[in-house]
C-alpha cells in the first residue's frame, strides 16, 4: 500500500521520540511491501524560530495533503517562564487540530503486564486495566474567547461547547464502546457549569440510540479520585478537552509512565499520531526519554489511517516483547530491574526495530 505520512518532529523530546517512531515506520514499510513516502514540517518553538508563526501555513498545507501526521511534541522553557509571550509553541498544536479539525482524541490507557511493578499504584488495582479516552479536542477553553480586563488585572478563559461538537464526539464514544465492554462514562462537571449541563444533556439524548450501552455520569473531581482507586471500572470515558488533558496525564500511571502513552486525533480527513506526553525539558537532549509512546502511536496510524491491523498488532507485539526481556528506559524501570537493561531512547528503538526485522 502506499502512504503519505508528515512528520513534525518539533521541540525538546519530540525530536528524539518522533526518530523512533519513524524508523519504525521504515521497518514496517519494509517488512509487509509497503511504500511510505514522507515529508516533514515545522510547528512550536523551532517554527517561530525559523519563521515567527508556530504553525506556518506550509504545515498546514503539507498535513492537509498527507495520509496521517507523526507528531512529537512542542513547548520550550523559555515561554513556560514568560506569561507575558503572546506568541507561543502550543498555539502551534492547538492550531493543526483546529485546522485539521481533528476533534477526536482517542487516549487508550492500556497497561502491559510486565509493567505491573514500575507503576505507583498496587498491581491488584492495577492488573486488567484497559481504558479508552475519548478526549474532545477542537472546543472548550482552550478555544473560547480569553483576554484581560481592568488594565490587565482580570483575566478570562470561556469554556464553550456547542451541541454538534458534544454529538460528533459522542457518538465516537458510545460507536467504541459497542465494540468494547459496553459500558461508557461521561465525565463533566454538570453540577457547576452550564456547558457540561449541555454535555450531560447531550449524553443523555443520545444513550436511547445505544441500549446496549450501560452509560454513567461522573464528575470530574470524582473521576479523577475512582481513575486511581479502582481503574478496572472504566472501559470508554467521553470527556471534554480540558478534563481530558488532566485525566489522561492522571491516567498515564495506570500505564506506568507518560511515556507509554500514544494517542490518535481523528476527525474527517487525515489523522495525528502523538505521544501524550509534552516536550520534557527536564530530560530533553539527554537521551533517556521514552520512545514507547511514539511507536504506540504507529500502531494506532497503521491500525486507525490506514487499516493495517496486521502490521498495528506487530508493533504492539514488538513492544510486549521488548518489556518480556527486561528493558526498560528509566521511566518505567523499578528496583528490580538490572541496571544493564535500563536503556537510552535509541537503545529502547533498536530492540523495538530487531524485533520487526527479525
Ligand atoms: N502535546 C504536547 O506537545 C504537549 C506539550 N507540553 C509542553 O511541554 C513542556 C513541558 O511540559 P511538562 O508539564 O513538563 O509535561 P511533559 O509531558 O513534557 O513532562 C512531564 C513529566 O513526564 C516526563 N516525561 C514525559 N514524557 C516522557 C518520556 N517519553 N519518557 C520519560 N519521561 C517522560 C518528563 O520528564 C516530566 O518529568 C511545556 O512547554 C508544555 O507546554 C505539555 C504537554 C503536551
Ligand atoms: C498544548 C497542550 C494543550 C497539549 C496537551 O497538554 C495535550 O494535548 O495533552
Ligand atoms: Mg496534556
Not at 517488512?31 to 524560530?49: N, P
Not at 472546543?139 to 461547547?161: L, N, P, Q, S
Request: overall charge negative.
Amino acid at each position: 500500500m502506499k502512504k503519505h505520512i508528515v512528520v513534525i518532529a518539533g521541540d525538546g523530546i519530540g525530536q528524539e521520540v518522533t526518530a523512533v517512531g519513524k524508523q519504525v515506520l521504515d521497518a514496517i514499510a519494509k517488512k509487509y511491501d509497503h511504500e511510505f513516502t514522507y515529508d516533514t514540517a515545522l510547528i512550536g518553538h523551532e517554527a517561530i524560530e525559523a519563521t515567527g508563526n508556530p504553525i506556518p501555513d506550509e504545515t498546514i498545507t503539507k498535513s492537509k495533503a498527507s495520509d496521517a501526521i507523526l507528531f512529537g511534541a512542542v513547548g520550550h522553557p523559555k515561554y513556560d517562564n514568560d506569561p507575558s509571550a503572546k506568541v507561543r509553541p502550543e498555539q502551534g498544536l492547538l492550531g493543526i487540530r483546529k485546522a485539521l479539525g481533528l476533534y477526536a482524541n482517542l487516549r487508550p490507557i492500556k497497561l502491559f503486564d510486565e509493567l505491573l511493578s514500575a507503576s505507583s499504584i498496587k498491581p491488584e488495582i492495577l492488573k486488567g486495566a484497559d481504558i479508552l479516552f475519548f478526549r474532545e479536542l477542537t472546543g472548550d477553553v482552550y478555544f473560547g474567547e480569553r483576554g484581560r480586563k481592568d488594565d490587565g488585572d482580570t483575566a478570562f478563559d470561556t469554556m464553550i461547547y456547542s451541541r454538534y461538537e458534544v454529538e460528533r464526539i459522542v457518538i465516537k464514544a458510545f460507536d467504541a464502546a459497542m465494540t468494547r465492554r459496553r459500558k461508557l462514562c461521561s465525565v463533566d462537571k454538570a453540577n457547576v457549569l452550564e456547558s457540561s449541563r449541555l454535555w450531560r444533556e447531550v449524553v443523555q439524548e443520545i444513550a436511547p440510540r445505544y441500549p446496549e450501552v450501560e452509560v454513567e455520569h461522573q464528575f470530574v473531581d470524582a473521576a479523577a479520585m475512582l481513575l486511581i482507586k479502582d481503574p478496572k471500572r472504566f472501559d470508554v470515558v467521553v470527556t471534554g478537552n480540558l478534563f481530558g488533558d488532566i485525566l489522561t496525564d492522571e491516567a498515564s500511571q495506570i500505564a506506568g509512565s507518560m511515556g507509554m502513552l500514544a494517542s490518535a486525533s481523528v476527525g474527517d480527513t487525515t489523522g495525528l499520531y502523538e505521544p501524550i506526553h509534552g516536550s520534557a525539558h527536564d530530560i530533553t537532549g539527554k537521551g533517556v526519554a521514552n520512545p514507547l509512546a511514539s511507536v504506540l502511536s504507529v500502531a494506532l496510524m497503521l491500525d486507525i489511517s490506514f487499516g493495517m491491523k496486521e502490521e498495528a498488532n506487530a508493533v504492539v507485539d514488538a513492544v510486549d516483547s521488548v518489556l518480556k526481556a527486561g528493558f526498560r528506559t528509566r521511566d518505567i524501570a523499578d528496583a528490580t530491574t538490572a541496571s544493564d537493561k535500563i536503556l537510552g531512547t535509541q537503545a529502547m528503538g533498536e530492540q523495538i526495530l530487531q524485533r520487526l526485522t527479525a
